[in-house]
């Protein structure tokens, strides 16, 4: 998986857990970024598998972005 897609999943995760112990208002400005970083990962995911030598296969890169849906999603 490239490095730039790892840093966005693990960026929202670091965000989402941080959102789990934060007051109110924090939590849903720490949310929000966290839904940004994701829909970034889906992102990155989608064009690493665009190219002549693509980084990543169209199956995972959907799953990926699937993924990441599904956790916004339930944000």
Same mark, same amino acid.
């Given at each position: ?17 941080? &959102? ?7 939590a849903r400005k720490l949310l929000n970024k966290?839904? *940004? %970083? #994701? @829909?970034? !990962?889906?992102?990155? &995911?989608?064009?690493?598998a665009k190219g002549k030598k693509p980084k ?5 890169? *959907? %799953? #990926? @972005?699937? !993924? ?8």
């Open positions: 998986m490239p490095a730039g897609v790892i840093a966005k999943l693990t960026k929202a995760e670091n965000l989402i857990d941080r &959102a789990a112990t934060s007051p109110a208002n924090k966290a839904t *940004a %970083a #994701l @829909k970034q !990962a889906g992102t990155k &995911a989608t064009r690493a990543l296969s169209a199956g995972c890169a *959907a %799953a #990926l @972005k699937a !993924a990441a849906d599904g956790v916004t999603g339930s944000l």
